[in-house]
Structure formats: structure tokens, C-alpha cells
């Protein structure tokens, strides 16, 4: 088994960008943290240990396919924000740059036939479906619980229930 040179490299570029959303994900939790927002503050360092995983899965199967992962360096993510939902746009917007470089090395594994990587990938497109979703479902709740500060607290305590709930596996 092997993969080209062009997999190797949008595999390795998506090693810092999860890496990235892992970071972000982090600043978020700490913002949410020292502005009062536990919900958040669980729900966003719960994400970033998840978006490390993510991380570790690619460079595990760079590494088992003989193409020997390199660890990068990750840029320093923002760290202060508005308002929650002005946060979690933020998130949906990260998710959604993460879902077009998915579909893009897709496209790479469909064209060059490389079966392998295809499969591997098929795990993170429905894991992708899953975090838009869920990022979604909660800048829908401010259209409908509202954006005043009882609202935002409503909103805080239901991300605090989504931190404590199970993850669900994107391909059970
Ligand atoms: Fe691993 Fe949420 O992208």
C-alpha cells in the first residue's frame, strides 16, 4: 500500500488543520471560561480534546501507510470574542473549511483509485455532517430562546447538558 505525493500532503496539511480547530477550540473554552460561560467553557474544551483526535487519527494513518507524519507547527487561534453566538459562528465557520478540505481529498482518493485513503476519509465526512449539525442546532437557539442575557444563560446551561451527554460515534 502507498499514497502519492498529493495525498501525503493534503493529508498532512489536514494534520494542522485539525490541529488548528483543536486550538481554537481551546481559546474558545478559555474565553467562555473567564467570561462566566461554564456551558460553553466544558462544551468548547470537550471539542478541542475531540478536534485532537481527529489530529492523531491522520497522523496515525499517514505513519501506517509508510508515509511518515510530520508534526507542524500551529498558528495561535483568536482569543477574544464578542458574544457566544458570535463565537460559535466562528466554530461553524472553522467546521465548514475543515468539511471542504475533507471533500477535496476525497476527490484526490476517488481520482487516483487509492481505496485505502477513501475509506479512512469516509469516518470524517460523516463525523462532519455530525459538527455542522451540531453547531447549527445551537445558532438556531438563539433565533428561538433569544439573545438577551437570560437567553444566553438558557443557552449556556444547554451546552453544559451537550459537554456532559456521551458523544455519539459519527459512524454507529
Ligand atoms: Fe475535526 Fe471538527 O473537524
Not at 107 to 117: I, M, N
Request: with cysteine; proline share 2%.
Amino acid at each position: 500500500m502507498k499514497i502519492s505525493a498529493k495525498m501525503k500532503k493534503a493529508l498532512q496539511d489536514q494534520v494542522a488543520l485539525e490541529g488548528l480547530a483543536s486550538n481554537s477550540y481551546l481559546a474558545m473554552a478559555s474565553w467562555c471560561e473567564v467570561t462566566g460561560y461554564q456551558g460553553g467553557a466544558a462544551y468548547f474544551y470537550t471539542q478541542s480534546d475531540e478536534e485532537r483526535t481527529h489530529m492523531i487519527k491522520v497522523v496515525h494513518y499517514l505513519n501506517d501507510m509508510g508515509a511518515t507524519a510530520t508534526i507542524p507547527a500551529i498558528k495561535a487561534p483568536t482569543a477574544s470574542y464578542k458574544s457566544l453566538e458570535g463565537l460559535i459562528k466562528t466554530a461553524l465557520k472553522s467546521e465548514q473549511t475543515v468539511t471542504k478540505a475533507i471533500h477535496k481529498m476525497v476527490e484526490v482518493a476517488q481520482k487516483e483509485k487509492d481505496h485505502s485513503t477513501y475509506a479512512f476519509l469516509e469516518w470524517f465526512v460523516n463525523e462532519q455532517v455530525q459538527e455542522e449539525t451540531k453547531f447549527e442546532t445551537i445558532l438556531q437557539k438563539f433565533d428561538l430562546i433569544g439573545r438577551d442575557k437570560i437567553a444566553v444563560n438558557e443557552i449556556d446551561k444547554i451546552l453544559a447538558a451537550d459537554a456532559a451527554a456521551p458523544a455519539a460515534d459519527p459512524v454507529a
